[in-house]
């Protein structure tokens, strides 16, 4: 495990020369351990060291996400990451405006820095996804960035619950649910747009008066299904601060199909899915009897 003064010292061999005072280390995140430290101007910083080589094989990809998203992004004032370090081992770039809306306390716990379940929140988000969403399919593939149609959104998620069912013991309730919902066309959009997979106020920067003034992590980041941005939302803030977004959502231009409310929440109720197949990634043991539990609380619960 590094330590913040290997992370700083590695970062000295990228050329950001940072001071272990005052640096803080953040563990939370799957993939990435980050450290934040400032150079000698006390410019923070922000070092993202992967936890495993098939997140370093991801960077390439990440790094042309960003260059898609931030100009669009940038016309409301929202800025994304700037790499100035990418390498296998290491991303380092300045810190962005603002702070989290959501952290983890040293024991895992959440701490919330800001209402998730405020209507302003709730506006902010809906204009903010409807700015990333306006980048179309096309401009995503010129771009070089992932694109899924609606077809292979829906068969992705078939095979990610097929090879789920086929790995872990998975409680009958859920599977029935998530037939149903694989089965249901009204669920399932006519169009996909560019989303960022992991929106939720962790990943969102707000200034002292809650405007929203960047997003991080765009490691997930594809075009996909408008709902994928949602889910969080609603598993944070519920159905009426959900339908909240949804609205100032479509007043800013976002397009805004019968199901998507109705797909959300079932992209919500699906994250036992992710979590197991992030498990299958990481192999380890902790992460694949969470994940066991998850998909069939009925035998955890009885144990």
């Known amino acids: 495990m590094s330590t913040i003064d290997d992370v700083i010292a590695l970062a000295a061999t990228h050329g950001p020369r940072l001071s272990a005072q005052d640096a803080t280390l953040n563990e939370a995140g799957l993939d990435y351990r980050v450290v934040m430290a400032s150079d000698t101007t006390d410019q923070r910083w922000v070092l993202r060291v992967p936890r495993r080589a098939d997140v370093s094989e991801g960077m390439a990809a990440e790094t042309r996400i960003l260059d898609l998203v931030a100009p669009v992004l940038a016309e409301d004032g929202v800025a994304v990451p700037d790499w100035q370090v990418c390498s296998p081992e290491l991303i380092a770039y300045p810190a962005l405006p603002g702070a989290p809306g959501l952290s983890l306390t040293d024991a895992g716990e959440p701490n919330w820095h800001m209402d ?62 998530w037939q149903a919902w694989l089965e249901d066309d009204t669920c399932w959009p006519e169009q ?100 066991a539990a998850m998909l069939n609380p009925e035998a955890a619960y009885a144990k």
């Open 192 to 291: 996909t747009a560019m989303t960022h997979g992991e929106i939720y106020p962790a990943h969102v920067l707000f200034d002292e008066e809650g405007t929203i003034t960047g997003v991080l992590d765009w490691t997930t980041a594809r075009v996909d299904g408008p709902a994928r941005d949602l889910s969080a939302q609603y598993g944070a803030a519920g159905e009426e601060m959900l339908q909240a977004t949804i609205t100032a959502y479509e007043q800013a231009g976002g397009n805004v199909h019968p199901g998507l409310a109705a797909q959300a929440k079932h992209l919500w109720d699906a994250s036992p899915i992710g979590y197991a197949l992030y498990a299958l990634t990481t192999g380890a043991e902790t992460d694949l009897s969470t994940a």
């Open 116 to 177: 998730p379940a405020s209507p302003d929140y709730a506006e902010r988000l809906g204009r903010l996804l409807a700015r990333l969403h306006s980048i179309t399919p096309e401009q995503a593939e010129a771009a070089g960035v992932e694109v899924r149609t609606p077809a292979q959104v829906r068969q992705a998620w078939r095979d990610d619950v097929a090879r789920v069912s086929e790995t872990f013991t998975v409680s009958p309730a859920l599977t029935e649910a």
